[in-house]
C-alpha cells in the first residue's frame, strides 16, 4: 500500500517536473517504504507511511538543503532539525526537499537560484513564496503534505495562491532548531497541508518544548473545538487594502461563520500604515545578522558574490541600518513600531476569538512580470502582523477568481492556536 502510493507520488513528480517544485528526490524512498512496511510495530505511529516534503531550508540530514541559493549549493545538511527527527519518529517518509525563494526573501517564489517555481492551479502565474515548492507540491498532489517556514507569510501567501492550507503557528510552538533563519525573531516553520484535519494532525506533531531553541514553550495536544458562539473579528482597514473580487469570496466567508453560529464583529486596526515598513526594517537587519556565517570559509561561497539582487538589497541595507550611527534612528524605531503594532492587535483581539481576513491582499501576479521591491512588498501586507506580535495565523481556501485560488487568513491571540486550527476545520466542512 504505502510503496504503492510512493510510487505514485514518484511519477506524479516526475510527470509535473515543469512545476520546479522540488530540487531533489529521495532517491531511496521506495527502499524506505517497503522496510516500513515490513515493520509491525511503525503502524500504530501517528504519521505511519505518510509522504513528506521539506521546503530548503530546514535540515534533512544528507540532503543539499541550499535555501535555494548558490552560496549554499553544495551544503549538505550534517543533521535533522527538530521537526524533521519529529516527523521521522512519527513514521513519515520524506521524498524530497522543495523550492523556495532564495533565503526566504520574497513572496512570489521567483528568486531561487534554481528557476522559479509555477502554481499548479494557474500555471501562468506565480504560486507565491517563500515556500513556493512545498505549495506547490501539495497542490498539485505530488505529496501528502509539506513543511514551509514563515516570517512574513511564507507559509501562508503561497498556500493562498495555490488554494491548500497552511498554517504558521504561533512564535515558540515549534522548535526552529534546523532551520536556516531569515529573522529569528519572527521565523516560525509549519505545515503545509490538503485539509485542515491534517493541519492539525501534523501541529501536533512538531510542536513542543526543544533544549536546543530556547524560545520554544510546551503546549498542550490541540483539539478540535466546536467554535458556534466565537466571536469572529472583521477588520475594517484589512478589507480596504484589498482588492474587490477577493473582498467578494471573504465576504461569503464571512456568512460562513454566521450560519456556523458565530458573532461577527467590526473591528478597527490603527497602524496598518506601519506593518509594511516596519516588517521589513527588522527583516533586513535581523537577515544582514543571520548571513555574516556566509563569509565562504565555512560554509559554500561569500553571500555578497553570488547572491540574487533582493538578498544583496537586503543585506546592503541591514548592514548600514546595523552601523551605530542609524541604529537608533531606525532598528530602535522599528522596534518600537513593533511594540505599538503588538498592542494595538492585541487590544482589538481583547474580546475576540479569531479575527478573519484576507490572506494575500490582491491576485498572483504572472510569472515573469516585473514588480517594483515595494510592490513586490505590498502582498505582504496582511501576512505580517501575526509574525510581528507572534500569533497563530492560518490560511484556508475560500474559492477562486476564474481558476485562480483566494484564501482566507484566520488570527488569534498567542497560544490559542488551537482556535485557529478548529476555525479552519469547521469553514473547511462547511
Ligand atoms: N515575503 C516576505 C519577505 O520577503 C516573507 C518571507 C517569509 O515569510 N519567509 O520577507
Not at 21 to 28: K, M, Y
Not at 137 to 162: E, K, Q, W, Y
Request: net charge neutral; charged share 30%.
Amino acid at each position: 500500500m504505502i510503496v504503492e502510493r510512493v510510487e505514485e507520488y514518484l511519477e506524479r513528480i516526475e510527470k509535473n517536473k515543469d512545476l520546479n517544485a522540488f530540487l531533489e528526490i529521495n532517491e531511496n524512498i521506495v527502499e524506505e517504504a517497503k522496510k516500513l512496511e515490513k515493520d509491525e510495530k511503525a503502524k500504530k505511529k501517528p504519521l505511519y507511511g505518510k509522504v513528506v516534503a521539506i521546503k530548503a531550508n530546514i535540515n534533512v540530514e544528507g540532503y543539499t538543503i541550499s535555501c535555494a541559493s548558490k552560496t549554499l549549493e553544495n551544503y549538505i545538511a550534517p543533521y535533522d532539525a527538530t521537526v524533521v527527527k519529529k516527523l521521522k519518529d512519527a513514521g513519515a517518509l520524506i521524498i524530497g526537499i522543495t523550492n523556495m525563494d532564495e533565503f526566504a526573501c520574497g513572496s512570489s517564489g521567483e528568486t531561487s537560484y534554481f528557476g522559479p517555481t509555477k502554481n499548479p492551479k494557474a500555471k501562468d502565474r506565480i504560486p507565491g513564496g517563500s515556500s513556493s515548492g512545498s505549495a506547490a507540491a501539495v497542490a498539485a498532489d505530488l505529496c501528502d503534505f509539506a513543511l514551509g517556514s514563515d516570517t512574513g507569510g511564507s507559509i501562508r501567501n503561497p498556500s493562498s495562491h495555490c488554494g491548500v492550507v497552511g498554517f504558521k503557528p504561533s512564535y515558540g510552538v515549534v522548535s526552529r532548531y534546523g532551520l536556516a533563519d531569515l529573522a529569528m525573531s519572527l521565523d516560525q516553520i509549519g505545515p503545509i497541508t490538503k485539509t485542515a484535519e491534517d493541519a492539525l494532525l501534523l501541529t501536533n506533531i512538531i510542536k513542543g518544548l526543544d533544549d536546543k531553541d530556547n524560545t520554544t514553550v510546551e503546549t498542550p495536544e490541540y483539539k478540535k473545538k466546536d467554535i458556534k458562539g466565537f466571536k469572529v473579528g472583521v477588520v475594517k482597514e484589512f478589507m480596504k487594502v484589498t482588492d474587490e473580487k477577493i473582498m467578494n469570496k471573504i465576504e461569503k466567508a464571512i456568512d460562513v461563520f454566521k450560519d456556523l453560529g458565530c458573532e461577527i464583529v467590526e473591528l478597527s486596526y490603527k497602524y496598518i500604515d506601519l506593518a509594511l515598513p516596519t516588517y521589513y526594517l527588522i527583516n533586513y537587519v535581523e537577515f544582514f545578522s543571520a548571513t555574516r556565517k556566509y563569509d565562504g570559509r565555512r560554509y559554500g561561497y561569500r553571500i555578497e558574490e553570488v547572491c540574487g539582487d533582493e538578498v544583496l538589497r537586503r543585506i546592503t541595507i541591514g548592514s548600514i541600518i546595523s552601523q551605530k550611527e542609524y541604529s537608533g534612528k531606525y532598528y530602535k524605531k522599528a522596534l518600537k513600531a513593533r511594540n505599538i503594532m503588538r498592542n494595538e492587535i492585541f487590544r482589538i483581539l481583547k474580546d475576540i476569538d479569531i479575527i478573519v481576513s484576507p490572506t494575500v491582499p490582491k491576485l498572483p501576479h504572472k510569472l515573469g512580470e516585473k514588480l517594483s521591491p515595494m510592490d513586490m512588498y505590498s502582498y505582504d501586507v496582511l501576512t505580517v502582523i501575526a509574525n510581528l506580535a507572534g500569533l497563530p495565523a492560518g490560511t484556508i481556501p475560500a474559492g477562486d477568481i476564474n481558476g485562480i485560488p483566494v484564501g482566507l487568513q484566520i488570527m488569534a491571540k498567542p497560544f490559542e492556536d488551537e482556535k485557529v486550527l478548529s476555525a479552519m476545520i469547521a469553514f473547511e466542512k462547511s
